[in-house]
């Protein structure tokens, strides 16, 4: 198995196949349910939602009715709150995910937080210790570079490289 991951979309499959089984890893975590892998110490609340094939490291804790869906890769020490919804996605290590927050196919890096009702689109990355605060859109293809913030209900439609805050004073 070779695959160029040059890009987020590429990064994505990589992971998708691993899961699927196309790549000869062997995953070292609890085998929970088909195709649902889960590390140590990690916490799910039992109304919470989780659907194979996915991948959830260790010291994470996903509370009431979060839904992690198909192709959902989460490293370690992750907080998913209450109906939080991340599919198709890949967190690092130490976010937060705050309730009613939704993640579509997005790469977030280590560090970040998103909260209430905050959405990450198709092919976005995250750079790390973001922040996006209630209410806030990353549309999808869009790059956010590590420290930025972005303030409540903002939608950003371009990749935000310059500057630390995406603000309504922008424009």
Same mark, same amino acid.
């Given at each position: 198995?070779?695959?160029?991951? +040059?890009?987020?979309?590429?990064?994505?499959?990589?992971?998708?196949?691993?899961?699927? +089984?196309?790549?000869?890893?062997?995953?070292?975590?609890?085998?929970?349910?088909?195709?649902?892998? $889960?590390?140590?110490?990690?916490?799910?609340?039992?109304?919470?939602?989780?659907?194979?094939?996915?991948? &959830?490291?260790?010291? @994470?804790? &996903?509370?009431?009715?979060?839904?992690?869906?198909?192709?959902? $890769?989460?490293?370690?020490?992750?907080? &998913?709150?209450?109906?939080?919804?991340?599919?198709?996605?890949?967190? #690092?290590?130490?976010?937060?995910?705050?309730?009613?927050?939704? &993640?579509?196919?997005?790469?977030?890096?280590?560090? @970040?937080?998103?909260?209430?009702?905050?959405? $990450?689109?198709?092919?976005?990355?995250?750079?790390?210790?973001?922040?996006?605060?209630?209410?806030?859109?990353?549309?999808?293809?869009?790059?956010? #570079?590590?420290?930025?913030?972005?303030? @409540? +209900?903002?939608? $950003?439609?371009?990749?935000?490289?310059?500057?630390?805050?995406?603000?309504?004073?922008?424009?």
């Amino acid at each position: 198995y070779w695959c160029d991951i +040059g890009d987020p979309g590429s990064y994505l499959q990589a992971h998708y196949d691993m899961m699927d +089984g196309k790549v000869g890893i062997n995953i070292k975590a609890n085998l929970k349910a088909e195709k649902i892998w $889960v590390g140590e110490n990690t916490y799910i609340h039992p109304e919470a939602q989780i659907e194979g094939p996915c991948y &959830i490291g260790n010291f @994470n804790r &996903i509370e009431k009715g979060a839904k992690i869906l198909p192709y959902t $890769v989460l490293g370690d020490y992750n907080f &998913i709150d209450e109906g939080a919804s991340i599919k198709r996605s890949i967190l #690092w290590s130490h976010n937060r995910v705050g309730k009613n927050a939704e &993640i579509r196919a997005a790469v977030l890096c280590n560090k @970040n937080e998103l909260k209430k009702g905050s959405r $990450v689109f198709e092919g976005a990355v995250i750079g790390e210790g973001c922040q996006l605060s209630e209410g806030s859109t990353v549309k999808p293809c869009i790059k956010v #570079w590590p420290g930025k913030s972005i303030e @409540n +209900g903002m939608i $950003v439609q371009e990749n935000l490289i310059w500057g630390t805050r995406f603000s309504k004073t922008l424009f």
